[in-house]
């Protein structure tokens, strides 16, 4: 299974919810990663877990807060966006924990902030 | 400030001819260069790792150079097909806070004519 898979694959909130997004991976992977891409530009990093902990945390505002159940599950709790946090919000994994192979990237959640 | 940039938002090729994109980057210095497809709404796929010491990689009809006098990577697609159309990203690695970090450039969408 070299699959990612995200659920939802859409989501349309209001600027007062609370929702999440779910990440998932059986490739054994040690490295999980949550991007941000905003259309017609490349994806943005926003935190990187290695080995289920928080290595990474490109100043991304507090409303957004990731979590690593285990070590094929990467939840992103969401709360209080704004309309400018509308994207598409990309899930990755890779095999080495320092990141140095292929990054295997999910479909995807396309967001939408009313 | 860092720099990566693709230097063609759009390139139109006929079939079968070769797509050859351009990646270069400033003030960077990085250890891997990676090369991604992305379709519209889907995550990016990976296509070619190449290493600071390595100069070619190939893998069936993709070829990747990487130059780092340059600081250039060129990305070859020959006997182009219309099922080549996407976007490709170049996306840099070099080590920071513990791990290798991804970095895209904008990317190149490649439309393949018939």
Redesign the interface.
């Known amino acids: 299974d070299t699959e990612?898979t995200q659920t939802p694959k859409h989501l349309v909130m209001g600027m007062t919810n609370k929702k999440s997004l779910k990440c998932e991976q059986h490739m054994g992977h040690r490295?999980m990663y949550w991007y941000k891409q905003k259309a017609?530009?490349?994806?943005?990093?926003m935190f990187?877990y290695?080995y289920e902990k928080l290595?990474?945390n490109e100043s991304v505002p507090s409303r957004f807060s990731p979590e690593c159940p285990n070590s094929s599950l990467l939840n992103l709790h969401l709360h209080a966006l704004q309309p400018e946090d509308s994207a598409?919000y990309?899930c990755?994994s890779s095999q080495d924990?320092?990141?140095?192979?292929?990054?295997?990237?999910?479909?995807?959640t396309?967001l939408t902030v009313l | 400030s860092q720099k990566i940039e693709q230097n063609s938002e759009a390139l139109n090729i006929q079939e079968g001819k070769t797509a050859t994109l351009t990646c270069n980057y400033t003030n960077y210095s990085p250890a891997y260069l990676q090369w991604y497809r992305q379709d519209p709404g889907r995550g990016p796929v990976f296509l070619l790792l190449i290493r600071e010491n390595e100069k070619e990689k190939r893998k069936e009809r993709l070829k990747v150079t990487f130059d780092t006098t340059l600081k250039q990577s060129l990305f070859h697609i020959t006997a182009s097909q219309p099922a080549d159309s996407a976007t490709y990203l170049c996306a840099l690695q070099k080590k920071g806070a513990g791990s290798y970090q991804l970095t895209f450039g904008k990317g190149t969408k490649l439309s393949v004519i018939p």
Do not use: N
């Open positions: 990612v490295a017609k530009k490349p994806p943005e990093l990187v290695s290595s990474i598409l990309l990755a924990q320092l990141g140095r192979r292929e990054q295997f990237f999910g479909p995807g396309r």
